[in-house]
């Protein structure tokens, strides 16, 4: 089994910056394709990022936050990172981190097995 802890959400004003990390135990980074999804209160959840696993580099992310939004992997603390950048108010949602049960990447969330417990974020205008 393969459990995720996020942290780093809060509270930036718009144009600021937030780093998310979520730490994966149970499994290994590595293996794993991980992604980050978002969710805002009456929304359905959406794909922001995902970064392929088996030590490839593969990153695809949705337009909404292409060239803002960063997502990478550190093995050896087996923990993946959202680095957010230039943040408007319509980032506001619930941040998640998942893991698939394969390396290869997924934009949409019924191809994710695993899941943090989300961590907000809330970006004020």
């Known amino acids: 089994q393969v459990q995720l802890v996020e942290s780093g959400g809060g509270l930036v004003q718009a144009g600021g910056s937030l780093r998310l990390s979520c730490a994966a135990s149970g499994r290994t980074f590595s293996s794993s394709a991980m992604g980050w999804f978002r969710q805002a209160p009456g929304k359905e959840r959406e794909f922001v990022a995902t970064?392929?696993?088996?030590?490839?580099?593969?990153?695809y992310y949705a337009d909404s936050v292409k060239g803002r939004f960063t997502i990478s992997g550190d093995n050896a603390k087996n923990t993946v990172y959202l680095q957010m950048n230039s943040l408007k108010p319509e980032d506001t949602a619930v941040y998640y981190c998942?893991?698939?049960?394969?390396?290869?990447?997924?934009?949409?969330?019924?191809?994710?097995?695993?899941w943090g417990q989300g961590t907000q974020v809330t970006v004020s205008s």
């Open positions: 970064l392929s696993g088996g030590g490839g580099s593969i990153t």
């Open positions: 998942a893991a698939r049960s394969s390396v290869l990447v997924r934009v949409d969330n019924r191809d994710y097995d695993y």
